[in-house]
Structures are given as structure tokens and as C-alpha cells.
């Protein structure tokens, strides 16, 4: 679970109370279109966008990173790592004018801790460099739970991130799943409390080292469907141990990640419109709550033993693992992942997988099982995902057919004009 804690303004919200009222204006929410806050960090992706997402996550599979090495493969160019585009997307839903939506989308769960803790993608076709993605967000599910982590009442929301091309064809969805929970609770739990940071020896930081040499990457050499085995387990792929620099690594890459967090004036532009996104350090300077990501004062004063991860580094990484194993001609179909614990700085991640089940012909999906575990033995990251391979018999992968429902709405996402896609293509091609 990896978490970015919310505002503090008023009484109910600094004591991070979730109310009836929240809970039902979230389930109102559900199914409607709202613009993002943020413009995409990468408006039109370009080659080296897809290079600086790749590097950030520490993935080096050169059909992410060489414009010279996709052309010789079936995709005929360089293509965006399956996470990509988060960091993507124009977002041409129209802002709300009635008062009445306005409310009902305004400042939920203030107060709260908000926790990453799952997410679901599905791909339906490669991102490539010059071609525009548009996006939609909409809220997809909302359950009410009690928190085993803070103690407390928890709400569950699930958003979709709907990407499509200017034709309306859809390219991916991610289903992202946060708990609300009632921040007070997690102190006073203590279910923490016995985590400490790990230390690395000489010898223990060897086995690291080791561990990314013998990463495999399959590449060019077809990974056949008809040579696949339930049972079969893939080469696995080192993370860690965390650092800053992996976190400023990946914030490289995926820019910001919606929250509209910038620089100086940009800083004193969102203090503006969200002081209460801020608050005051050690010495009085008010600093992004989502500093817990790299402040340990931060996060120990909110119970947390150490600064930690974000979610969509861990589906990255498990992505890394899916494609390396895949090769160039398979293509990653879908992924479900849940994350049940901290990934602290210092600790690392062994993403590994197992083949569960197989289709019962060539061009059926090949199920598997996968983890990223830590050096605690702590399985933080658990999931499956199912992948396409060619086939000796009847050749290379039809990709997925999106369903009528999510084609239509993708219709209705590239049919609105907001002229932002235009205006990104002339800059991009210097116009």
C-alpha cells in the first residue's frame, strides 16, 4: 500500500473524520466525467518521453528506449513501457458550470490519508512517439469497509483513466483503487511500529548487485505460446534498494502525477488555489503533504516508519517483469495488482511470476500469478495478469478487441473540440 495524505482545514477534517455525507456525494460521482486539475506532463509523447518513463522505472529494454531498435520488430517503431500513459493524456471533458456538480465533486474525505492500494490496466493497442492520446476520468466503484490499517472507518474509491487515440479507439483503461482512511487511526494502532530500516552489509548488497546481473530479457527471440507450461516460473527483476533518487527518477519520467505539484512560483501559484495541500516543515516552510515520499520527519510524525514508494512505481515494475519475459512479438493484455504494504526506502523488490493457467488454443491469453517481495519476505505486491504470445501454429498476436460499451465511450472522448490536441501537434512539429 503506498498513500498520499490529504488536506487539514477545519475541525472534522483535521481530525480526519469520513462523514455520510462524503460517503454518499462519492457514490453520486460515480460514472461522470471530471476534468482533471492537471494538464499531462507529456502533452504529445515523443521519443524521448517514452526513453525518460522508461528510464525512470529502471527498465533498459532498448524496444522502449532505441527510436533505431523498434522498427525491426512487428511494431515498427519504438513504443511506450505498458505504464506510460499516466503520464499522458489530454483531458478534453469541459470543466463544470452547474453549482450544484461543482459541489458535488468539491473537497472529499478532507483530511483523511489517502492509500493507493490496488490498480487495474488493460492495453489494447502500443503508444507511439508523435501520435496524441486523449484521456477521461471518471469514479467507476465507491465501497465503505473498516480499515485494518488505521483502525478506523475506510472508503474505497476506484477511478477510471479511459486513453484513446484521436479516432476514439481505446489504448488502455487503468482502474485505480485508493482507501480514504481516518488518519487518527494509524497512530493509534501502531501496526507499524515494530518496522525498521534495513541495513545493508557488504556481503547481503552483493546479492543485490547479482541479482541485476542475471536480469533476462527475452527481446527479439519470440517467447511461443506452444512451449509454454503451467508451473513455468519467469526470470525474475530487481528493485531497490529505494532511494531518493529512484523517487526523483520516476517523478522524471511521469511528471507529478496529477497532484499539480511544482517548483517556486509554480509552488506559490497551487499554495493559492490549495493551501491546505501545504503544510509547514521543521522550520515553518509550508511543503507539499506528499513530501512523506521522501521526508522521514514526515512520515514518522504520521506513523510511518520511513518514507516510501508510490503505487505506480511497484506496476511499473511488475510490468518490467511481464514484458521482459514476453519478448518483442508478445503483448501484455492485462495486469491486476493489489499492494498490501510499504515499500520503505532502503528495502528492495524481487518481481517474480508463475504461470497459472493457459488457454486452450493458440491466441488464448496465458494467465499468470505475480509477486514483488522485499527483503522481509513481505509479498507487498500481489496479482496476476494475463499476457498474448505468438503461436508456431497460427502466428503472430491479434491484439484485444475493446468491449461496444468502452468503444463507445471512447467515441465520445475524441468527438468533443477543445482545440488543445492541435495546438500540441504544431508545437511539437515546430509550427
Not at 10 to 36: L, P, Y
Not at 59 to 67: E, G, I, K, Q, S
Not at 374 to 398: H, I, M, N
Amino acid at each position: 500500500m503506498t498513500a498520499t495524505e490529504k488536506s487539514d482545514a477545519g475541525t472534522a477534517e483535521v481530525e480526519g473524520r469520513i462523514t455520510d455525507e462524503d460517503i454518499e456525494r462519492a457514490k453520486a460521482q460515480i460514472g461522470i466525467a471530471v476534468n482533471q486539475r492537471d494538464e499531462a506532463w507529456n502533452k504529445v509523447p515523443s521519443a524521448d518521453a517514452l526513453t525518460h518513463f522508461a528510464f525512470g522505472c529502471g527498465d533498459d529494454n532498448p524496444l522502449f528506449h532505441d527510436p533505431d531498435y523498434g522498427p525491426k520488430t512487428r511494431w515498427h517503431s519504438q513504443i511506450a513501457p505498458p505504464t506510460f500513459p499516466i503520464s499522458t493524456g489530454v483531458d478534453q471533458t469541459p470543466k463544470f458550470t452547474d453549482p450544484e456538480r461543482k459541489k458535488l465533486f468539491r473537497g472529499l474525505f478532507r483530511g483523511t490519508g489517502k492509500y493507493y492500494s490496488g490498480v487495474k490496466w488493460t492495453w489494447y493497442q502500443p503508444v507511439y512517439a508523435g501520435r496524441p492520446v486523449l484521456m477521461e476520468a471518471y469514479t467507476v466503484d465507491v465501497q465503505v469497509k473498516e480499515s485494518q490499517f488505521s483502525g478506523g472507518r475506510s472508503v474505497k474509491e476506484t477511478y477510471r483513466f479511459l486513453y484513446v487515440d484521436i479516432d476514439g479507439n481505446p489504448i488502455a483503461t487503468r482502474d485505480e483503487s485508493y482507501i480514504n482512511a481516518e488518519r487518527h487511526g494509524s497512530k493509534r494502532s501502531g501496526k507499524l511500529a515494530g518496522i525498521e530500516r534495513q541495513h545493508w552489509t557488504e556481503e547481503t548488497f552483493a546479492e543485490v548487485e547479482a541479482a541485476y546481473e542475471a536480469e533476462e530479457r527475452r527481446g527479439a527471440e519470440p517467447q511461443w505460446w506452444d512451449d509454454i507450461k503451467v508451473g513455468e516460473e519467469l526470470p525474475s527483476v530487481m528493485k531497490g534498494p529505494l532511494t531518493v533518487v529512484d523517487i526523483v527518477s520516476m517523478h522524471m519520467g511521469w511528471g507529478w502525477g496529477g497532484y499539480g505539484v511544482g517548483p517556486l512560483k509554480f509552488a506559490h501559484q497551487l499554495r493559492k488555489r490549495m493551501p491546505a495541500f501545504y503544510q509547514p516543515d521543521e522550520y515553518g516552510v509550508p511543503d507539499v503533504v506528499q513530501r512523506l515520499h521522501w521526508d522521514a520527519d514526515r512520515a514518522k510524525a504520521l506513523g510511518i516508519p520511513a518514507p516510501y514508494d508510490y503505487g505506480q512505481m511497484r506496476a511499473a515494475w511488475v510490468s518490467h517483469l511481464l514484458s521482459n519475459w514476453i519478448g518483442d512479438d508478445g503483448w501484455l493484455a492485462e495486469m491486476d495488482l493489489q499492494l498490501r504494504g510499504f515499500n520503505y526506502h532502503g528495502d528492495i523488490h524481487r518481481c517474480t511470476g508463475t504461470v497459472t493457467a493457459k488457454g486452450n488454443g493458440p491466441g488464448e491469453p496465458v494467465s499468470v500469478e505475480v509477486f514483488a517481495t522485499s527483503q522481509r519476505d513481505e509479498a507487498t505486491t500481489k496479482g496476476t495478469a494475463k499476457v498474448l504470445l505468438p503461436s508456431k501454429e497460427t502466428g503472430a498476436v491479434v491484439l484485444p478487441v475493446p468491449d461496444e460499451e468502452l468503444r463507445r465511450r471512447g467515441a465520445q472522448v475524441a468527438s468533443r473540440i477543445s482545440g488543445k490536441v492541435g495546438e500540441e501537434m504544431r508545437r511539437l512539429h515546430g509550427e
